[in-house]
């Protein structure tokens, strides 16, 4: 950034005090493109953030305008008030919640925030993707639209770390009854992220099972599909390599990718398997953090192109 | 049992120091239909084994004909010896390793011991069946049976806990690289497990890919199918609740089980659900601990299909 | 027992819906020398027990005197009114929680049941003792009555896995708090145990910081202590050896204990060490299941003692 | 550093696919005033470093003196040759490994990397501290100063995860052994690191006894000590304060510090509490990261003072 300091543009951050919030002010700590104006919270003003020299305030709606951009960390179902309050005062906003995402239900101009296949650099309201889509769509986007996906069920299965889930206090999450668990949930294809899914895949038959790991971060999604004839692991990584070959985060492998080779990073890492004894199937393995790539990496990587800075300014492209 | 202790068969274990064999024991040392003769171990000579007054002893095959019946505890590969010095001298023999499973490639006149379906009574050589598989076939040969399973892919996502490794030191397998991971292996579907499966559903087409979890123990199988027309989660919950009535260990539920409700047991639970949105195809899901109905606890129900003792002589039916 | 089933005392139990109620519960549903007559739970009325034909029923404290002995397994503080209804039903009582232990400020005729140094034979009311001083009480009583501790500061460094601390939601308790973490807490001397054991130890002074853990069961307490002239690890284990030759839970090791030597079981073992360069100054590990000889375990100790069924009665005396 | 880049000086590192050899890596990848010009391993030559553009490269001796300063991060006991060629060439030596510290037995003019109390910008050999020595010479040094300690025993329980006890595969450190647990080793006042917390702690009695955590990084030290007349907490907080108020890594809490406050960062904090009804006896809490403070973050503090680089240059300031 050439910029001078005092002509950066200014964010802010809305319920800053959860997981997300957290990830994304801790990226804007070290972000060489903006300067951070204030961070709000319910239960966490007073304290300090990541944010060097800036405190939690208390969330009030007024502030909001004070800001260039906002970032929204809030329980999904809260954001109207916020929105409203931002559009009112001319403010930009990247919505972390679920409320404008396509198969929401809600109506808006919001531009969906998947960044390697939309353009948000002038979108005054981002709706950043869930983080099951996120891995999910990176991974089948390139083969829909290169038409290598045959007719039948794509079979996602995925899961996720706890961090998911937030951090409101909930007896089924407690250390105790989670470590040494494994759990499927969402079961009968009813889990809200399947309607993004299939908004942002409407031509493609998706079966979906998400669960619920003993680890505190990251997506590790395994998918089965039905591929057209020629199409193979290799055709795949092709088509990735080709489609993702400018991301800042996204890489493709020859070997399955694990959690922990991503973990606390902004990574998503792409592989793709052919099956002995089963042609035209293929296997995927795609990983990812849920807090990273799959949130607040994300919203960055949308910060990025509405404000003009450099792709990779403020990730993290190292798992730690 | 109301037979004099002194007329019980014996029973020996080999290999009793690995987690399964351990397992075995700790089943044997409360079981009332048999008297524990020996342990042989390599590694564990001398030391005390769960069964009361038994201590490890070395591994030498001329003891394996001591005792009525034999549990072979040894490594994949290794039980060639075992098997025909027990032959020679009239022991009965119980094989948990891979080596005279169907598609193993051996030819044996070995049963197989898949508790529910075969009948071992009369055998001199049983199977144990691979814990995957043993999920799996439960899960599935009711519907095949049936006619339930249309033509199309079975698409099984396993998730294990690290004791289905083994205690072998192995530097990918130690806590600071388990901790916080989840990985998919045997990609390609070329894992030996597979092959196991295959050949006892031959007509079905099947793609496993099976993941590590970081827990010490059990196993959760997601399977999602087609099915033929009218054929249901409720259709589906109706052939295990009929064919499975007698097992003192399977048992269906509405809701999906999860790892802890099987850790340390020897209960297989299983559940069915229907798909929202894509009729005619189910999501089935399998919980068991892979060292209980997976191997040490499935092969205590075969003993006592063997030996005449009631089907829940010896086995764990509470998760701890 | 010899005693025919109709004649056998009857138990009941109240609160037996966290995780001592559990244990406790789980212990009675194979001892057989009691008939479990209820088990009573605000949250879980109508959910089945690990007693076989015994469901949860609401908490009514009517119900208390239709057993002989009752275990109260409430949150601390609301024992009063149910030892009221078994006081005047005649039914005797086990109080697990704080309210009737050494140091709590209770006047009571409670008998503290440390089952190895008190009688509680013919009690009426138990005030079964508290996790942390089971532990460092069986370790240092045996060394205090033979004077083998000297001048000095007791410093008694604890560390609990998670189930101590209960199963109500708390969000410094979520797996993603806990997982990765190791924490002292009650710190300055103030925790509500060490009351307990300075009750039960008064001529010793104690140093105590209680520590929590990313597990889910089971306390290992290091104690380093100076002793008398001409003690040493020898002595001590000798001292433990003798006094506890009777006890079906307690054992003396050569090498220190593990938490997972007593995961599950209701063991609680013992250790000491000399220090090299410190000569007067010595070592303790102790290592026990909280929820074992710290809860459950304990009671059914004093269950038996209560009864006169056999001292190993009902007791978990293998790890799992 | 306003140096231009091709006069900045150049570094290597010996051994660097253990964990600690990674994180020096990991921290060099962001330095900015040095040029990384090798990173020597037996087992990984061939593979990526975190340095962008370096590859690990085949252990060879010949290779040391082409940088200016070189880290050996080997098994204790062979840094011999490679200190040997260092020194033939002119390179300077910061040695991670157990070699020359205090204590050690050997003799050499090593200076002890202790960043706060030693001065190293002229030295050719710094002995970078043990991990648990770090923490308690950094608590007590201050006290030991002002006369604070008083006379009796100091005791010292500390945990620490599993990376500290390196990567090499070994059965007990298998993820199956390790989960659940928590182990004192090290038992009788003979661990390695206590030679040296004696050596650099002459007049004061220690006793210490190490754990192993079920966690992958982090070091929590729990200190019990008697204190001079008239201290107490606050006077402990105010020593630290005024001799740490220059470090980029050390900070004084009110509160008890937690292992994830500290995990994947350089810092090191450090608490102090009165403890109720035992006056002129403290308990300090410290936590940092065995491979941050503990290693690498000490090692790379270390590097800055040898180069005259600002002395936060290259480390993490943020747990993540």
């Not at 104006?37 to 004070?66: K, N």
């Not at 080779?261 to 002995?276: G, W, Y």
């Amino acid at each position: 950034m050439a910029t001078a300091y005092s002509t950066l543009p200014t964010v802010g951050v809305v319920g800053g005090s959860g997981y997300t919030g957290g990830e994304v002010l801790r990226r804007l700590a070290h972000h060489r493109g903006v300067r951070p104006r204030y961070a709000l919270s319910r239960s966490a003003a007073g304290s300090a953030t990541p944010v060097s020299g800036l405190a939690f305030e208390s969330a009030d709606a007024d502030r909001v305008a004070e800001a260039d951009l906002v970032f929204l960390c809030l329980p999904h179902g809260e954001t109207a008030p916020w929105v409203a309050a931002a559009q009112a005062g001319g403010s930009r906003v990247i919505d972390l919640t679920a409320d404008h995402r396509p198969g929401s239900g809600a109506e808006s101009d919001a531009v969906y925030g998947l960044t390697e296949w939309n353009d948000v650099a002038k979108a005054d309201l981002v709706a950043n993707p869930g983080c099951y889509p996120t891995g999910v769509l990176t991974a089948l986007k390139p083969l829909e639209a290169a038409g290598a996906i045959s007719e039948g069920v794509v079979s996602i299965h995925a899961a996720s770390g706890v961090s998911g889930a937030g951090r409101s206090p909930r007896a089924d999450l407690l250390f105790g009854e989670v470590t040494g668990d494994f759990r499927a949930y969402g079961l009968g294809n009813g889990h809200r992220h399947l309607k993004e899914m299939r908004a942002a895949l409407p031509g493609t038959e998706l079966l979906f099972v998400p669960h619920l790991l003993p680890v505190e971060r990251g997506i590790l999604e395994t998918i089965t599909l039905p591929v057209a004839p020629g199409v193979d692991a290799a055709t795949v990584r092709e088509l990735w390599a080709t489609r993702y070959a400018g991301s800042p985060v996204i890489r493709v492998l020859e070997e399955a990718p694990t959690l922990r080779q991503v973990a606390r990073s902004d990574l998503l890492l792409l592989s793709a398997f052919d099956n002995a004894g089963l042609p035209g199937h293929l296997t995927l393995v795609v990983a990812f953090d849920n807090l990273g790539k799959g949130a607040a990496g994300q919203a960055i990587q949308n910060l990025n192109q509405m404000i003009g800075a450099p792709a990779d300014e403020g990730l993290l492209c190292v798992p730690s």
